[in-house]
């Protein structure tokens, strides 16, 4: 199949797409300053299943008719949001938006792996197995191999956020058996709503319902969540997949981690160890073989000369 060409224009909603999904890491962890983790997912998903909502009522794209595809969507919404928002959240009560970050990233390494093991069409290849271990690698250095054996709160947070990423992967292995004959704009609205049936009442059980004494960050922190970084976000992700398609769409994912990497460090000041740099670079290596179009140019330039 062609790769399609990243025009300038693609090449734009990538950047900000990346920008956004960068800062809102930094949202999050100022959020939590002031309300508990569940609360903030659940005003996240709340406050995004309206804005799509919007969106859907007013573009009017066809919405599915059956009953199976609905329940289909709801459930997809609690494992492919619900659970990971709230992995990645509570992760960051204890792990710098960086580093989180940077774990977000294995998103794709598990994607190949889980892939591999469901689609027959999806094998593991010589290079995708460099590219998988690069990854994995990464993932273990940016953590420190001592976090791994620890279970203090850190290292909990750490594999929460990894398992976040295991639940994207298997969201989306599962999205492409189910989710072919809906709009992709439709299938995120309906994600959404299933995610915000599941917490919301979560966190009014638990947290009750939240004040409305907050400073102006937090409140600034969960509108951008919510409207910015989940609801545009979506629209704006669908937008450039069906410009340049999912394989330049995946670039994406290499540039989140640096800006929230920056973000934090202005906005949090935070710093990371060096180990989480390190990791990075596996990682970020581990996805450029991953994505294999470095070699296949290299490889043309060779046949040229």
């Known amino acids: 199949m062609t790769q399609q060409t990243m025009t300038p224009r693609a090449l734009a909603l990538l950047v900000l797409l990346a920008s956004i999904w960068g800062a809102s890491f930094a949202a999050t962890s100022v959020a939590l300053t002031e309300l508990p983790f569940r609360s903030v997912v659940a005003i996240r998903i709340g406050g995004a299943a309206i804005v799509l909502w919007a969106y859907v009522l007013l573009a009017r794209p066809p919405l599915p008719r059956r009953a199976r595809d609905w329940a289909v969507l709801l459930f997809l919404g609690v494992i492919g949001n619900a659970i990971p928002f709230s992995l990645i959240t509570w992760g960051q009560t204890t792990v710098p938006s960086g580093l989180a970050s940077i774990l977000n990233a294995s998103t794709a390494v598990f994607g190949v792996l889980v892939a591999a093991a469901v689609f027959r069409d999806e094998r593991l290849t010589a290079r995708k197995l460099i590219g998988v271990a690069l990854g994995l690698a990464g993932v273990i250095v940016a953590m420190g ?126 710093t990371l160890a060096l180990r989480a740099y390190a990791g990075f670079a596996l990682l970020a290596a581990g996805l450029t073989v991953l994505d294999g179009r470095l070699f296949h140019r290299l490889a043309q330039g060779r046949g040229a000369g």
């Not at 709009?183 to 995610?195: E, F, R």
């Not at 939240?210 to 409207?227: D, F, M, T």
Request: hydrophobic share 55%.
């Open 145 to 270: 191999i001592g976090q791994l054996t620890a279970l203090d709160p850190t290292s909990l947070g750490q594999l929460a956020l990894v398992g976040a990423s295991l639940c994207y992967a298997f969201t989306g292995a599962l999205g492409r058996f189910v989710l072919r004959s809906v709009a992709p704009q439709v299938a995120a609205t309906g994600m959404m709503t299933g995610a915000a049936l599941v917490m919301v009442p979560w966190a009014l059980m638990t947290d009750g319902l939240p004040p409305l004494h907050h400073s102006g960050q937090v409140w600034l922190a969960l509108v951008y969540s919510a409207v910015i970084a989940t609801a545009v976000a979506y629209l704006i992700y669908y937008r450039l997949l069906g410009l340049v398609g999912a394989g330049n769409s995946s670039f994406v994912t290499l540039l989140v981690a640096p800006i929230a990497i920056v973000l934090g460090a202005v906005l949090l000041d935070e």
